[in-house]
């Protein structure tokens, strides 16, 4: 296969920037896309630029788009309340997919995902683009070669603009977004697994809606997402994570922040700012690296060029037999994780990830 031909299925905001990634590569190749709403697809087209648009197919729905050979891998950016019933017949295509995040909304959905991806014929990864970061890919694995000794304490902070505006509002509630800790923490329920090296057993969310959408109303029903949240989470191997999320804090030099603190040190990550910061014990003589990014993969997305690495290793688990290194398995347990804070917060306890069947 010299190139990999994609269909996109879903081309609202990510759709744009998966579409600007994937024309930096040259061994990807945009053949179709798909989309309900006339005015995403006009927008994509668009993206696609003169050069490209008339090459693209236009598909009525993703049954003709997943039923035409031309296609070797989808790309789903469709509403999060959509993933799982595309992805059922994605993977009755056998075709290859990369699922944004997160994986499904509903505890059933996941499960069953998570189930019939175990018999997929294709490449079945996950969109988790927050391990991309190449600041944050450094940080993980730094930790995992033993800089700070035995990791023991694990913290993320993200403080950031409030939600963007989407086609139909969709993301303005928790019946289609699985609610903030699963839409938008889910990336970094997934850090954390990947950090810590464990299973969660325990997870306590302080969370609500106190600034963001007060005065929104869409058919008279109002938002319900949470918008600031504390989120600690226990791991069977006595490694504990703790979440600060804060969604109308827009004017942070640092969008996201994360320390590891281990018995011989401490490393940080600051993005955008892209520094590393080693704190032996002794001496005490912090360290600073710059971990510097593409200005090309930097200009194709929101995501400090995490959507451009990805993509790269995508392709190369497709074409070059590479590992898939964000699975159905990860996608799971971001979900389980992103649920249970969801619980915690609605209820004022702690959740028990036993409580999910997990």
């Given at each position: ?20 990634n ?28 003169d ?23 989808v ?19 056998g ?17 069953e ?18 391990r991309?970061?190449?600041p944050?890919a450094?940080?993980i ?11 023991t ?6 403080h ?38 464990a ?29 600031n ?10 490694v504990?994570?703790m979440?600060d ?14 320390a ?9 990550v ?11 014990r ?10 510097a ?18 993509h ?30 969801e619980?915690?917060a609605?209820?004022?306890r ?9």
């Open positions: 296969m010299a190139k990999l031909r994609y269909g996109l299925i879903g081309t609202g905001m990510m759709g744009y920037e998966h579409i600007n994937l024309k930096l590569m040259p061994e990807a190749e945009i053949a179709g896309i798909t989309d309900p709403v006339p005015q995403s697809i006009q927008v994509a087209q668009a993206f696609l630029g050069g490209l648009k008339d090459q693209v197919k236009v598909y009525p729905d993703r049954a003709a788009m997943l039923g035409d050979p031309a296609i070797d891998a790309l789903i950016s469709s509403p999060n309340f959509t993933h799982a019933e595309v992805l059922r017949d994605v993977i009755a295509s075709k290859h997919v990369l699922c944004e995040k997160p994986l499904a909304t509903t505890i059933e959905d996941v499960r995902i998570h189930a019939l991806a175990k018999k997929h014929k294709g490449v079945f990864w996950v969109g988790m683009e927050y991309y970061m190449p944050a450094r940080f694995e730094e930790i995992a070669a033993g800089k700070i000794g035995r990791l304490m694990l913290a993320i902070r993200e950031r603009f409030p939600f963007l505006k989407k086609v139909g509002d969709w993301n303005r509630f928790s019946k289609n977004t699985g609610g903030t800790m699963v839409e938008k923490c889910c990336h970094f329920f997934d850090l954390m697994r990947l950090i810590v090296k299973k969660p057993v325990r997870v306590y969310c302080s969370g609500a809606m106190d600034v963001n959408h007060l005065d929104e109303r869409y058919d008279g029903k109002k938002p319900d997402i949470i918008d949240s504390y989120t600690i989470v226990d791991f069977d191997n006595g504990r994570a979440l999320l804060c969604m109308f804090a827009e004017g942070s030099k640092n969008q996201e922040e994360i590891a603190v281990g018995d011989t040190g401490k490393l940080e600051l993005i955008p700012d892209g520094n590393l910061v080693f704190s032996p002794s001496p005490k003589n912090p360290v600073t690296t710059h971990v990014v593409d200005d090309t993969a930097l200009r194709a997305g929101t995501h400090h060029g995490a959507s451009y690495y990805q790269q290793a995508f392709l190369r688990a497709v074409l070059h037999g590479g590992p898939v290194d964000v699975t159905a398995e990860d996608g799971y347990w971001a979900v389980i994780m992103g649920m249970a804070a619980i915690s609605k209820e004022k702690a959740v028990a990830i036993s409580e999910l069947g997990s």
